[in-house]
C-alpha cells in the first residue's frame, strides 16, 4: 500500500512559515487563561535561538507589547547592553528595539531599579548606564504603564531626551522626542509631582491624551467599598479617589480622557467578611479629560444627583458651598465591566497589589463584552 508522504516544515512557503513563526511568538495576555508572567514570552525567546531569520521575525512579535518588572529586568537590560555591543562587534546581530515597541509596562516592586552609574565597554571607549539605555525603549512605546513612585526615573528619561534636542532651534518647532501618548499610572498617591518644575516634565505631560489609573490604591479601594456598603455614595455613584485633587490638571495641556478603576460592589456585600484581598469585577470610568482639566476636581460621579442614598461623603468641606461642577454625571462618563474578576487589595501590607492580574488586565486592554476597551 502506498503511503502519502508526511508535508515538511521545509516544503512550506516563506510566506506561510512567517505567519506560524508571528503568531507562535505571540505572547497569550488573554485574561481566561492561565497567566504566568515568566513564561510569556518564551516561546519566542526559542524561537529567537533558532535562527538569524526567525529571530527577525519572532522579535517584533515579542517587543510590541512589554512587561518589565524586577524578575525580567535584569534580562531585559542585558539584552539591550548585547545590541550596544552587537553594533561595533556584529553589526548584522543587532536589531534596534525601539521601533517594534508598542507598549510597555515598567515596575520595579522588590528592586531591579536600572540604575544610572555608567558601565564601560571591552569594545568601546563609550560609557553607558542603565538609565540611558532604557529611556529611548521607554519612550518610544505610545503607551507607557509605571508606577507613581517611580516617575523619578521617567522623569530623567524625559529630561535626557529634551536636553539632546538642538538648542539652536525652538523646541516648540521640533518634535517631542517621546511617543508616549496614553500614561497609565498604578497606584496614584497624593504625592507631589515633581516633573511639573522641569520645562521637559511640563511638556511631557502636555502631550498625554489618555491617563490611566490601575490599579486604586488600597485606601482609595476601601473608601470606596465602605461608601457603597455603608450607602455614603449611590449604587451607580462613584466618590472621586483623594489623588485626584494633587494631580496637577492644569498641565495636562491636551487631555482627551482619564480612566479610573473601581472594584464592582453589589448589594449584599458583607464588608466585616471581606479579607484584605479581594478577587472582584473591575468597573472602568473613562471620564471626558474637559471635565478635569483646568477646573476643581469634582467630588462625585454620580447617576442622579436626585438620589439620597444615606449620607454622603465629599472631598470639600463640609462647609463649602455645592456646585455643579462639584459633580460629573454618567451621561458624560462611559461604564464598563470587566469580564473577569481582577485582584483589590484593601491593606497596604497586602502583596495582592503586586499581583500579575493587574499587568494582564493592562496588556489586554481591560476586557469587557470581548473587546479591549483601554
Known sequence: METTPRASFNDLPAEIVAIIIQDAA??????????????????????????????HIALPIMLHTVLLDS??????????????????TYPALRFEYTPYIRNIWFGERCGGRPSDAHVYSRFTSESVSDLELIAPVLLSASSLAIEFWCLDLL???????????????????????????????????CDSWDMTRLASGSAFLASITHL???????????????????????????????????VPWHSFERLERVSLVFPQVKPPFDIHESS???????????????????????????????????????????????????????????????????????????????????????????????????
Open 26 to 55: 505571540k505572547p497569550t495576555f488573554t485574561q481566561d487563561e492561565e497567566y504566568e508572567l515568566m513564561n510569556l514570552y518564551s516561546t519566542a525567546r526559542e524561537l529567537c535561538l533558532v535562527s538569524r531569520a526567525f529571530r
Open 276 to 374: 484584605m484581598e479581594l478577587k472582584l469585577h473591575a468597573e472602568l470610568l473613562t471620564l471626558p479629560g474637559s471635565r478635569l482639566r483646568g477646573r476643581r476636581v469634582p467630588a462625585e460621579v454620580q447617576g442622579s444627583k436626585d438620589v439620597e442614598e444615606g449620607v454622603f461623603l465629599s472631598l470639600k468641606d463640609v462647609d463649602a458651598e455645592e456646585s455643579d461642577e462639584d459633580f460629573i454625571s454618567l451621561n458624560d462618563v462611559h461604564v464598563v465591566v470587566s469580564d473577569h474578576p481582577v485582584h483589590f487589595c484593601t491593606e497596604s501590607t497586602c502583596l495582592s497589589c503586586l499581583h500579575p492580574d493587574w499587568q494582564k488586565v493592562w496588556a489586554s486592554g481591560l476586557q469587557a463584552e470581548g473587546r479591549w476597551v483601554l
Open 155 to 189: 522623569e530623567y528619561c524625559v529630561e535626557l531626551a529634551w536636553g539632546r534636542m538642538d538648542d539652536n532651534i525652538d523646541r516648540g518647532c521640533l518634535p517631542l522626542p517621546w511617543n508616549i501618548k496614553t500614561l497609565t499610572l498604578s497606584r496614584i498617591t
Open 212 to 246: 490611566i489609573a490601575i490599579p486604586p490604591d488600597e485606601r482609595d479601594i476601601s473608601s470606596h467599598i465602605l461608601f457603597r456598603t455603608m450607602c455614603g455614595v449611590g449604587c451607580q455613584s462613584y466618590a472621586a479617589p483623594l489623588w485626584m485633587e494633587y
Open 71 to 88: 524578575r525580567n529586568m535584569p534580562a531585559f537590560l542585558h539584552a539591550l547592553y548585547m545590541q550596544n555591543e552587537y553594533a561595533h
